[in-house]
């Protein structure tokens, strides 16, 4: 069964101060490990999309990573309107043939 | 435009009833899927719909039915509503196993 662990749950930063939001994951057969980011009220948002180790993907202060057990989302010099849920997810083919997801980590930038 | 539009956005009911959850996806897409977010947040697979080819995720009660007109529409059909089914429900899309893209979920409160 696919498994997707994120750490830490919940991570309080100020505004400037950069970090790196981890996901680790056990799947057979990797398809694409996703990184999305859901805001209070909406649907998950379509971040990044990664597919074999060594690859990175960047988008304004975003940049996600993938190796084969893990990938990080690092975070450069954040803005106050970065805060939200941070989710991962892995596509494997598996269960419903959908995304396994994490439970997400709860980032706050402080102004 | 909105690209995946559900309806309604809350759903109020009692135990014991049926219900529907509509979704339209505009985006060409060639699979739908449903999933659960439960009070921890935590994102969950229901369904997925592909080509006519419906795969289950095999712990969800069959009181759960994905339904599809056509390639545009999955909709949700819930029977004998139970307490724990409350939760909001997310219909998304995909083309060929690239990030999904989500609807604005839809909170269903059984009573």
């Known amino acids: 069964e696919d498994q997707v662990t994120q750490s830490p749950e919940a991570l309080r930063l100020q505004e400037g101060e950069s970090s790196s939001l981890n996901c680790s994951y056990t799947?057979?057969?990797?398809?694409?490990l996703f990184w999305y980011r859901q805001d209070p009220g909406k649907g998950p948002e379509f971040l990044f999309t990664?597919?074999?180790a060594g690859e990175e993907k960047e988008k304004e202060r975003l940049k996600a990573t993938l190796t084969k057990k893990e990938s990080f989302l690092h975070i450069t010099a954040p803005k106050p309107e970065d805060s939200a849920t941070y989710l991962c997810?892995?596509?494997?083919?598996?269960?419903?043939?959908?995304?396994?997801f994490g439970k997400g980590t709860h980032l706050i930038i402080q102004p | 435009d909105t690209a995946v539009s559900q309806t309604p956005k809350y759903l109020v009911t009692q135990m014991g009833n049926d219900k529907s959850i509509k979704c339209e996806q505009n985006?060409?897409?060639?699979?739908m899927y449903w999933y659960k977010q439960d009070s921890k947040k935590f994102l969950k697979i229901m369904f997925s719909?592909?080509?006519?080819?419906?795969?289950i995720n095999e712990t969800v009660p069959n009181r759960f039915s994905p339904k599809s007109p056509d390639k545009a529409h999955l909709n949700l059909h819930i029977n004998s509503l139970e307490l724990g089914d409350s939760a909001v429900y997310f219909c998304?899309?995909?083309?060929?196993?690239?990030?999904?893209?989500f609807g604005s979920g839809t909170r269903l409160t059984v009573v």
């Open positions: 719909y592909n080509n006519k080819e419906l795969i």
């Open positions: 990664l597919y074999s």
């Open positions: 799947v057979s057969g990797l398809r694409g």
């Open positions: 985006l060409g897409h060639d699979t």
């Open positions: 997810a892995v596509h494997s083919g598996g269960g419903a043939d959908g995304l396994t």
């Open positions: 998304a899309s995909s083309q060929s196993g690239a990030g999904s893209t």
